[in-house]
């Protein structure tokens, strides 16, 4: 999962950006990087960590031009390395390139592999790199349709931004997995992976890429062109469930008007003889929120989260019981103790967390706690872009639900229904990915995509 902003056409572009990505932090904190274009070269400046460390007035001050893109990575390996940090920049017959991109490509490896037996040198082991190459090997007088004819030859989810001599291109996959808005910000074009980036910037008619839909933008000339369609679009159903920040507005819906809905509909499919509704924050508020409107049960916030804990800490000497997880969540005693509680969270993974959370809650006093998911058992991996562990460790892939909730050591458990989930959401059902929870991967693979190996998430990353 990364985040992604840029804009064409405005004097401060890269602070233009810096701002975006400033909104964008949720969507990755491993490391962040901006390039812009100033009519004669490319500055490019990229760090481990978040936007405020790496981007200081001196740094912004250097990158000068009237167009910038810029990117926050989420670690989707062991090996987060500044190398793999983006933007990509490189040097082509048709000048220079630099792309960003959020999303994943689950075959590129293949099309590296004969890209280097071609004699291809790559800089990186992301896989967006594979897109510039395909475009250097390919030149053609607009770049363009370099581009279009590369975007050609590869499969699986993007949303990408590219910055070129002449203009900034954006682009969106033909199944149009991951958001991409587009709108007018103060005299320039901007684009970014979700509309709270925009807000803070006063942009006005936001925006979202169709899927397939390629937008040029030079100055004030917008050009419009599109991918050959797929059969069924795929957009990513767990961006409303987890990923999205809540006052965004993606996929045509109000993020937290969705996750809302899903937790009126939770009490409904599966209600709670309880005394308080409590959600895990951040990722549960909206549905605890829904859950206790629907149920009447009062909305309590039980647990306070610590949002200063940054990606590290020092772990104790002596063992502090579920240390990683109370450093960052802690309960109000006086809300929870002799309650029954309803505990209300987006999703469980590999159940770790929420095995600490229910723990910590029942020391701190409950009678009863009844877990509420707003979303299905997660059963498969996702190979686009979004990172889940492998299927083994996925707890809903091995157990069933009793068994998941005698682990987690809740007096009861509820998932929301996969119908429940999609009738939130206003879009035609069947134009939503579901495979994290149904396994029906639409992109075409040449592994079986349900075997993949995919990068773990560890616990101490859950839910930051
Ligand atoms: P678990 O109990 O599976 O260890 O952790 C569940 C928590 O992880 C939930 O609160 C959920 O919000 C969070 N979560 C779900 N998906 C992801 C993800 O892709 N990355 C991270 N860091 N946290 C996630
Ligand atoms: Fe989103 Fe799940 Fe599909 Fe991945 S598999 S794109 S997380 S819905
Ligand atoms: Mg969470």
């Not at 030149?139 to 363009?144: A, D, S």
């Not at 030859?153 to 199944?175: F, H, M």
């Not at 920040?245 to 819906?253: A, L, Q, V, Y």
């Not at 701190?364 to 190979?383: D, F, N, Q, V």
């Amino acid at each position: 999962m990364c985040g992604i902003f840029g804009i064409e056409g405005h004097e401060e572009a890269a602070y233009f950006t810096y701002l975006g990505l400033y909104a964008l932090q949720h969507r990755g904190q491993e490391s962040a990087g901006l390039v812009s274009w100033d009519e004669a070269q490319m500055h490019v400046e990229r760090g481990m960590g978040e936007v405020a460390d790496i981007f200081k007035p001196r740094v912004l001050s250097r990158l000068e031009g009237r167009r910038a893109i810029g990117h926050t990575r989420y670690s989707t390996s062991g090996t987060s390395v500044l190398n793999n940090a983006q933007p990509v920049v490189v040097n082509t017959s048709m000048g220079p390139l630099a792309i960003v991109h959020n999303g994943n490509l689950p075959d590129s490896h293949l099309v590296r592999q004969r890209l280097e037996k071609e004699g291809s040198i790559f800089q990186t082991t992301s896989d967006t790199e594979v897109i510039l190459h395909l475009m250097a090997r390919n030149p053609r007088e607009r770049i363009v349709d370099s581009l279009l004819s590369a975007l050609q030859e590869v499969q699986g989810a993007y949303s990408l931004l590219l910055v070129t001599e002449n203009g900034l291109i954006a682009a969106r996959d033909p199944y149009g997995f991951r958001p991409l808005l587009m709108a007018e910000c103060q005299g320039g074009t901007a684009f970014a992976s979700e509309s709270c980036a925009f807000d803070l910037l006063e942009a006005t008619r936001v925006e979202e890429l169709q899927p397939g839909e390629v937008v040029v933008v030079q100055g004030d000339n917008i050009e419009r062109y599109h991918l050959p369609p797929v059969h069924k679009p795929s957009r990513c159903a767990f961006e409303h469930v987890y990923f999205a920040r809540p006052d965004s507005n993606i996929f045509g819906d109000s993020v937290s008007s969705v996750r809302t809905a899903m937790g009126r509909l939770l009490a409904e499919e599966s209600p709670a003889n309880a005394e308080i509704v409590v959600p895990v924050p951040d990722s549960g508020l909206f549905p605890a929120l829904g859950f206790s409107k629907k149920s009447g049960i009062p909305f309590e916030l039980g647990l306070i989260r610590n949002h200063y804990v940054g990606r590290t800490f020092i772990q104790p000497q002596q063992s502090i019981r579920d240390f990683g997880v109370r450093v960052k969540l802690n309960p109000v005693r006086q809300l929870i103790e002799g309650k029954k509680v309803v505990l209300v969270d987006d999703s469980i993974v590999r159940g770790t967390t929420s095995r600490k959370i229910v723990r910590m809650v029942r020391d701190a006093g409950a009678k009863e706690i009844h877990l509420r998911i707003s979303s299905p058992p997660t059963r498969w991996p996702c190979h686009y872009g979004i990172d889940t562990p492998r299927r083994e460790e996925l707890i809903a892939a091995r157990w069933e639900l009793d068994e998941i909730c005698g682990y987690i050591e809740a007096d009861s458990l509820a998932y929301l229904s996969l119908e429940g989930l999609l009738g939130c959401l206003s879009g035609e059902p069947a134009s939503y990915c579901t495979a994290c929870w149904n396994g029906d991967y639409r992109v075409p693979m040449t592994a079986d995509p349900r075997q993949g190996r995919l990068f773990p998430i560890s616990t101490e990353d859950a839910d930051r």
